[in-house]
């Protein structure tokens, strides 16, 4: 399942060449998973509740095109494999006038608990059910 994401780049976001800032795309996939994870009914906030958290371990960034000052942006983002232990987002991003590709991406995360520690994210069926739901 794919979830999509919209944005406006902003002039904050653009570097002295007019184009946006390489890092800035980083920026943009937590935007897409946060809003992934919002529409599963499962905010960042709520995950953190029940005692998970799922920081970045690792993260691939290809670019193919840069985006411009005011572009709209969209952030496709999909849950592409996950086991009790950690999960893989593949990311998307195009511009929405003409679906040019600008990025592909993916991170992978890991399910921990407060300290940092592995949890197996198959003990919280609240949020693995909607997971398995996705993937």
């Known amino acids: 399942m794919k979830f999509q994401t919209e944005i406006r780049v902003r002039y904050a976001e653009t570097d002295a060449m007019g184009i946006v800032y390489h890092g800035n795309y980083f920026d943009w ?5 946060s809003e992934m994870f919002r529409s599963l009914g499962l905010p960042y906030t709520q995950i953190e509740e ?10 691939h ?13 969209i952030i496709e983002t999909q849950l592409e494999k996950f086991s009790a232990a950690s999960g893989t987002l593949k990311y998307t991003m195009y511009l929405k006038s003409d679906n040019t590709i600008l990025v ?15 949890v197996n994210i ?10 398995l739901e996705i993937v």
Do not use: S, W
């Open 29 to 33: 996939m937590e935007v897409g998973r």
């Open 50 to 59: 029940e005692g998970i958290y799922i920081p970045v371990i690792e993260v």
């Open 61 to 73: 960034c290809k670019y193919f095109r840069p985006a411009r000052y005011d572009d709209e942006v």
């Open 104 to 118: 592909e991406a993916q991170t992978v995360h890991a399910f921990v608990n407060d300290k940092g520690r592995p």
């Open 122 to 131: 198959k003990k919280f069926p609240k949020v693995y059910n909607k997971l």
